[in-house]
């Protein structure tokens, strides 16, 4: 297993201030109707303050229904809500205090240590990249992370919106995937891996055969070509990937998992009883969608912590995005991602970028 | 689902000869010890003749143990065995009469309709390619098909060694896509997609992009991107890919299967008596493995039948192999594949071809 005992502890030194969300209560198929609950459950659970962004009189109405005794919630107003249609940056100018962009600015300016929406993955990565900035060496965001777990334990990325990587690109991949898994999963020594269609030097497409010499010569822990079979096989730590290739992928995967339920579903029924059945139907369709397991993924390259999750998160889902947000904070992430990626300027060739940003 | 009722009969008139098919006997994991049952269990089922293609000595022994009654099984006799580590090209003029060009010479020789092989990949392909020839427009031997059914039943292609494919390569496999399907499957009028991380036109990498215009203005039936949950979707019966992406997809898959069960059975245990977990277990595998399930799939592309199945299959897989051989020639898969790529070749502008084909 990845998992190693040596967790570290944040370079920064631990920061006594209590943690504090910005959740976009906004985001999200269900709104504040799933988002309200799932912040008073990790206010609750996690000993955590939020920051409730949206709009004012939905919010107040959706917390009026339940018990907030001794929890840290707050409500802070917002104007519309970006949404998955939108174009996001348009929609940032038309839009410039929807929820989202509210909840960054209160990361920004300090009254929050992370923001998490469960809206429009476009929207929290363009206003990320805008109120937070991008590190040294990132163009633009990324996401990623052990999507796979439990199945696997290896930090994917880029699984988003990453396309046509160049080399460059590719290889801060590596360095945020090593901050990743070496502060918030306490790997000791990562082991790096790019995704392709054999294990042997040269075997891949274009791309690969090109960003293969700049990993083995970087300060990575390169461990050479990995393949599709290999992600669940324990031979990289991160596994890097074109955003192209990543984010089918992901979605590969879901639709897989769904699937299998459904048809293991009708070829044992007869066999086992119903709830056996619906267990292991659950259990098929939890583990093949582990975005939704885990609450979400951090967005990679940006400075500051922000948690993306699924649309169709419910409370339980937005109480684990909160906790993986705080985690993230606590391990710190984001300085550990800058160290990852000042070690490997020296190796990154400036090339002129193809194509708009 | 993808199977439509107008089966369509072959092109080529009836052919009223018996069909027999040229085996690699010494192909796969396990060589004879494998091959011959599972070629005995083709003649019985499926009443087909098959040539044993290898060493005849060890043929012999293997066919020694089992009762031959009334079948028609022949042996021919072959030197030596291009192996998984050999580079085919090299292999095959080393070994001018290994078993499985020796296979695909009785094909061409018609002694044999079709060749089946559970050996190198690469060899089969080579020697296809060189012995049956190329399909028109076509450059490079292409594998794929409805590998995840029953989850899924969608050709999907190329899975294989065609990477960095042009646009003109990809329009190729959605014609050979649709031959299959509109033959093998019986689908009536094909939908062919493009494999990407959008459904809009304009989403995906640099590659999709310029092969979407490609298509749209082609003779296929074609419905634009599909994502990744799609391919389980019935969004379209024909999905192409490069092959970089399809091979890393399709290991994944076997890997993400293998892992589900093992998880499942630790998840599901106390729940459920052993002999059930067992029976998920088996389905889950076999399920994300198709490939072997089908016992393996068609070269396309290449001028004449060749089936190439999974190194680990047993006989019952093997003889699966054959039933596919056989399907492939009644349905006149061949013909088939010839006209589609005829139909669209007045859209394939002729590119030069990028690096060594």
């Known amino acids: 297993m990845a998992s190693h005992s040596q ?5 920064g030194g631990p920061d006594h201030s209590p943690f504090t969300v910005a959740l976009d209560a906004m985001g999200g198929d269900y ?3 799933e988002i309200v609950p799932g912040a008073i459950q990790a206010a609750r659970d996690l000993g955590v303050g939020v920051l409730l962004v949206g709009d004012e009189g939905l919010v107040r109405q959706a917390l009026a229904r339940h018990s907030l005794n001794g929890l840290r919630l707050d409500v802070v107003p917002s104007q519309g809500v970006i ?3 939108d174009h996001p940056l348009a929609a940032m100018r038309e839009k410039p205090r929807a929820s989202v962009v509210e909840a960054a600015r209160l990361v920004k300016a300090g009254r929050a240590q992370a923001m998490v929406s469960m809206g429009s993955t476009g929207a929290a990565m363009a206003t990320s990249a805008l109120v937070f900035g991008m590190l040294e060496g990132v163009e633009r965001p990324a996401i990623g992370g052990p999507v796979l ?12 919106s990453n396309v046509d990587c160049r080399p460059s690109q590719m290889l801060g991949f590596g360095a945020i995937g090593v901050a990743f898994a070496r502060r918030v999963q306490g790997v000791h020594n990562p082991r790096v891996g790019i995704l392709s269609v054999g294990s042997e030097e040269g075997k891949g497409n274009r791309q690969v055969k090109e960003v293969y010499h700049l990993f083995k010569q970087s300060s990575l822990n390169f461990v ?3 393949e599709g079979i290999d992600v669940f096989g324990d031979k990289a730590d991160v596994i890097v990937c074109d955003g192209f290739v990543g984010n089918i992928l992901l979605k590969f995967t879901e639709g897989l998992g769904t699937a299998l339920a459904r048809r293991l579903a009708e070829a044992a029924s007869s066999a086992l009883p119903a709830s056996a059945m619906h267990l292991l139907g ?3 369709s939890s583990m093949t969608n582990a975005v939704d397991l885990a ?3 951090p967005l990679f390259g940006v400075n500051g912590i922000a948690v993306i999750g699924h649309g169709r998160s419910r409370a339980p889902s937005i109480a684990r995005a909160v906790a993986l947000a705080k985690r993230a904070v606590d391990f710190g992430l984001v300085e550990a991602m800058q160290q990852e990626l000042a070690a490997i300027q020296g190796q990154i060739k400036r090339e ?3 194509g708009p940003p």
């Open 352 to 354: 002129a970028p193809e």
């Open 7 to 11: 967790t570290q502890r944040p370079s």
């Open 149 to 160: 777990a439990p199945l696997s334990n290896a930090v994917l990325l880029d699984l988003g």
């Open 83 to 85: 949404e998955e249609m």
């Open 282 to 284: 659950a259990e098929l």
């Open 31 to 33: 709104g504040p109707g």
């Open 224 to 226: 050479g070509n990995v």
């Open 295 to 297: 609450g979400g993924g």
